[in-house]
């Protein structure tokens, strides 16, 4: 097993909540990792048949089961078991007794407030990260390859090219989270969908625009983005509210979690496409980004993130709220530092004045150094950015 840096935060909350929830996407290695801590306690999954109807029928039973705790993959796929687990988790006062997963984010998340509120802790767990990848030895040589490849375990655990891999996951995903969390009868529109969202990986989110453009309407458009977010494919990072005087666009952005599928879904065939590719600017500034939440999110805090456009199209990628005060993150794909790289973070830090912090460039290069007052980190090196 690769080791996740979630590893020990997960550890720590065990400690002082009798049940923590593991959520992320279909494949991030959660199950993995909950083996790993759990060792010496059964391992249930409710995504088969014949123990989901169990769970189902008789939850007293199913539960008597597992006096002494479990690992239960796929908890939403039986959300009536957990008013039966708070039952149960009130009447031991042992902490660290259950591990749940999941792989759909919202509903999962609404019902363990509800049945287990003061009782669950949640860590998310995404796709291998860069320092991940490096401390296990098998980080891919070059950018263009890790922006190809992308961090899903299954990918470097079978040495499967990624694009054979991906192709049964969206499928897979396709046919079965797609179902469960909507009822979309039009799946080769879905799947459509998906790809369009892609194209517009790390840009304003412009329903309307979408919703024309697969032949649907701007209410499905809406719905099918939130079936992508709750199935961690893709995430909306806000507008910063700090309007510095200035107009500020108001429309989120949206992201991919992993450019691996990013660049599967845009039918990028090998790396060295990726070279001269129109969108190497977004697919490079979306593996920056997610490799910034996965920082934060492995370390069990929910990332603080925004970014910041004015209507004059001034823009910072990335604010970090830093207590009271603002991180600015740019990304820059090249390779070289350039001049115009420092623009808009010197712009935005004159503007922001003593509450900004740590002015940061993130570049398609590999040196760590600080130039112009700004702290510069090369792609290899994005998780050192943050000032938190």
């Known amino acids: ?19 923590v929830t593991v959520t992320g996407p279909r494949q991030s290695g959660k199950t993995t990792l909950a083996r790993a801590i759990f060792t010496d306690k059964p391992h249930v999954s409710v995504e088969d048949p014949d123990v989901r109807r169990m769970a189902l029928d008789d939850p007293r039973a199913f539960l008597g089961r597992l006096t002494d705790g479990a690992v239960i993959d796929e908890i939403q796929r039986t959300p009536e078991l957990l008013s039966y687990l708070q039952t149960q988790v009130d009447a031991d006062d042992r902490m660290g007794l259950f591990l749940l997963t999941g792989s759909q984010q919202f509903g999962l998340m609404s019902g363990i407030t ?32 890790m922006l190809f490849t992308g961090g899903y375990p299954p990918i470097y655990d079978r040495s499967l090219p990624p694009s054979v891999w991906l192709s049964a996951y969206v499928t897979a995903y396709v046919e079965r989270d797609v179902r469960q969390l909507l009822n979309v009868q039009d799946l080769d529109g879905f799947q ?44 909306r990072l806000r507008p910063h509210h700090e309007n510095f005087s200035k107009r500020l666009i108001k429309s989120p952005k949206i992201y991919f979690y ?56 001034n823009e910072i990628d990335v604010i970090v709220e830093a207590g009271d005060r603002l991180q600015p993150i740019e990304i820059k794909s090249g390779q070289t530092l350039n001049r115009d790289f420092f623009t808009g973070v010197e712009r935005w830090t004159g503007l922001a004045k003593e509450r900004a912090v740590d002015p940061t460039l993130i570049y398609g290069g590999t040196e760590a150094l600080e130039r112009r007052g700004v702290r510069i980190f090369g792609w290899n090196a994005a998780h050192r950015a943050l000032s938190t």
């Not at 996740?4 to 720590?12: I, K, T």
């Not at 860069?130 to 296990?136: Q, Y």
């Open 114 to 145: 509800q049945s287990l509120a003061g009782r669950s802790a949640f860590i998310e767990l995404l796709p291998f990260s860069v320092h991940e990848l490096e401390h296990a030895g098998i980080v891919p040589a070059n950018l263009e390859e």
């Open 192 to 235: 459509r969908f998906v790809r369009l969202c892609a194209g517009r990986s790390a840009q304003i989110l412009n329903l309307s625009s979408l919703a024309v453009d697969c032949g649907i309407t701007h209410n499905t458009a809406k719905a099918w983005i939130g079936v992508l977010e709750a199935s961690y494919i893709l995430f």
């Open 258 to 313: 992993d450019t691996g599928l990013l660049c599967w879904l845009l039918g990028i065939q090998k790396p060295e496409q990726l070279i001269a590719h129109p969108l190497r600017g977004s697919i490079f500034e979306t593996f920056v980004v997610s490799e910034l939440v996965k920082t934060e999110l492995n370390q069990g805090r929910r990332p603080a993130f925004y970014f910041w456009r004015d209507s004059n199209g």
């Open 1 to 19: 097993m690769i080791p996740r840096d979630a590893d020990l935060p997960l550890r720590q909350i065990l400690k002082g909540f009798p049940v």
